[in-house]
Every structure is written in C-alpha cells, then in structure tokens.
C-alpha cells in the first residue's frame, strides 16, 4: 500500500513538472535560469533602440497621431559551429558558421545579416546526404537541370540517380517539368560556402533579466543538415550556443492596434521576422 501511495505520488510530481514545463512560459525561465551558470554568449549591442527609431521615424511613424511604445530586447539563440573543410584537394579550410536555432538557416555574412533559404525544409524533410547530391546539382546551376545534365555532373549509375531523385520528388524537394527538375524553393538559397563571415564576436551577458527567444530547432538537427549538405570533408569540431540581440519596436496606431517591427542590434537592420518566430 504504502508502495503504491509513494508511486502516486511520484507520478502526480512527474505529471505537474511536465504540465509547468510545456504550458508554463514563465515558470519555465525561471527554470531555465535556475539551471543556467549565470551567463551567455551573445553578439554585441551596436546599435540602440533609440537611434533605430529615429533613423527610421518616417518609416514608422506615418503621422503625429502614431506613438511609438517602449521597445524590447530579445536574444535570438544560434548554433556556432566550429569546422574544417576542403575547398580544393590540396587545401583544408578552418572556420565557423553561425546557424538559426529559430528559423534554421545559415548566417552568410553577420554585417549584411545575410542568410541562406532552403535548409529549413530540408529539415522538416529529414534530406540526407544522397539527396542532397540532388539538390547541391540543381543549387549549383541555379536551381534547375535536366536529367542528362545531373547524371554527368554525378557521374552514377542510372538506376542510383532514379532512386535518388524519386526520393527528393516525394519529399517535395524537387519538383518535376518534363525532363528537367528544379529545387521546390521560392528563390532557394543552398549552394553557399560552409562558413559564416563574422565581422564581429562575442561578449558575454548576465542571464538574469534576459529575455531569450525559445528555439525552434534542435542542435542536432543543425549539425546533422550541415553534414549532409556539405559533403565528406566537411567537419564539425566543437558547437556552442550563441545569441543575436534583437529590439521589438512596436507602434501604436491610432485606432488602438499596434505594429510590431524586429531590428538587428548588431547592424541596425530591420529583420524578416514574424511575432510567432520572436516570442
């Protein structure tokens, strides 16, 4: 009896840790913070919320008659990579890629903020390393090829290049036009160099107080793509989690509703960004 007490107990203690953890945001910071060593990387503040606003007051503000409210900063988790890899075959490249844990793509240069497209749904598609043979062929001559041009460029059997192709059509990677195919990606971003241009580095930050922007994505997620997407050579020595300070600039319109804006810290720049992405 006493046995089963105590096993209820535990149960009902399991129960509401897992209840608090999902459905309590709040609670789960505190947590989060609780668990913490007190600090975190992040990139540094260069720019403040002030002289964003005044530098894009006229964008913002229409008229007299739209406020602006008091802005948030928020910072926005990503995978540092660590990697080596080959760019010619007597030559071996050391660098780091700063990766999206929120909307899982590769930072290309940290001054411009600019980005890759595409390796989000190859997530979501589980792509491997074979498909993406596919998708690196077709990235590589701007996103489309016919069958021929992909065999030669590969250099595979037929009957490998059909189970290959089949594979990424019924994932939605690619899509079929005849006899050429193309990568299913509006203005698809994948054929990129696996390192990240970082102008800048990182300072550390006191978690406390901290608001930071819950990921989207594994870690093992990011590492895995990346080892698919970048061949044999490609290696990944160490990872760390890093941060992007982001300002929520919001305006109060006339009618009462608000406009929600995010800006880069680190170079000023409005990002593409939705409310449900940064929360």
């Given at each position: 009896?006493?046995?089963?007490?105590?096993?209820?107990?535990?149960a009902?203690?399991?129960?509401?840790?897992?209840?608090?953890w999902?459905?309590n945001p709040?609670?789960?910071?505190?947590?989060?913070?609780?668990?913490s060593s007190?600090?975190?990387?992040t990139?540094?503040?260069?720019?403040?919320?002030e002289?964003?606003?005044e530098?894009?007051?006229k964008e913002?503000l229409?008229d007299?008659?739209?406020?602006?409210l008091?802005p948030?900063?928020?910072?926005?988790p990503?995978?540092?990579l660590?990697?080596?890899?080959?760019?010619?075959?007597?030559?071996t490249n050391?660098?780091v890629?700063?990766?999206g844990?929120?909307?899982?793509e590769?930072?290309i240069?940290?001054?411009?903020?600019?980005?890759?497209?595409g390796?989000a749904?190859?997530i979501?598609?589980?792509a491997?390393?074979?498909?993406?043979?596919?998708i690196?062929?077709l990235?590589?001559?701007?996103?489309a090829?016919d069958r021929?041009?992909?065999?030669k460029f590969?250099?595979?059997e037929?009957?490998?290049?059909?189970?290959?192709i089949?594979?990424?059509?019924?994932?939605?990677l690619?899509?079929?036009?005849?006899n050429?195919?193309?990568?299913?990606l509006?203005?698809p971003?994948?054929?990129?160099?696996?390192?990240t241009k970082?102008d800048?580095?990182?300072?550390?930050?006191?978690t406390?107080h901290?608001?930071r922007?819950?990921k989207?994505?594994r870690?093992?997620?990011i590492?895995?793509?990346?080892k698919a997407a970048?061949?044999?050579?490609?290696a990944?020595r160490k990872?760390?989690e890093v941060?992007?300070p982001?300002y929520?600039?919001?305006?109060?319109?006339p009618?009462g509703?608000?406009?929600?804006t995010?800006w880069n810290?680190l170079?000023?720049?409005?990002?593409?960004?939705?409310?449900?992405e940064i929360?």
């Amino acid at each position: 009896m006493r046995a089963l007490i105590l096993f209820l107990m535990c149960a009902s203690l399991i129960g509401a840790g897992v209840w608090t953890w999902n459905y309590n945001p709040k609670m789960r910071s505190k947590i989060e913070e609780l668990l913490s060593s007190g600090t975190f990387q992040t990139l540094e503040v260069r720019y403040s919320a002030e002289a964003i606003m005044e530098a894009h007051r006229k964008e913002l503000l229409k008229d007299s008659s739209h406020v602006f409210l008091e802005p948030t900063l928020k910072f926005v988790p990503y995978l540092l990579l660590d990697v080596k890899y080959t760019r010619s075959p007597d030559r071996t490249n050391e660098g780091v890629i700063l990766w999206g844990l929120v909307d899982a793509e590769m930072v290309i240069n940290t001054s411009s903020w600019e980005k890759t497209h595409g390796f989000a749904d190859c997530i979501a598609s589980n792509a491997t390393r074979q498909e993406f043979k596919i998708i690196n062929a077709l990235a590589s001559r701007g996103g489309a090829w016919d069958r021929d041009g992909i065999s030669k460029f590969l250099n595979i059997e037929n009957h490998i290049l059909d189970t290959w192709i089949d594979s990424c059509r019924k994932k939605s990677l690619i899509v079929q036009n005849g006899n050429t195919y193309r990568l299913h990606l509006q203005s698809p971003r994948l054929q990129v160099l696996p390192e990240t241009k970082i102008d800048q580095w990182l300072v550390t930050k006191a978690t406390k107080h901290a608001l930071r922007v819950k990921k989207r994505f594994r870690h093992a997620q990011i590492e895995n793509i990346a080892k698919a997407a970048f061949g044999n050579d490609f290696a990944i020595r160490k990872t760390a989690e890093v941060f992007l300070p982001v300002y929520s600039i919001v305006v109060q319109n006339p009618d009462g509703t608000q406009m929600t804006t995010f800006w880069n810290a680190l170079n000023g720049k409005r990002l593409v960004a939705t409310s449900n992405e940064i929360e």
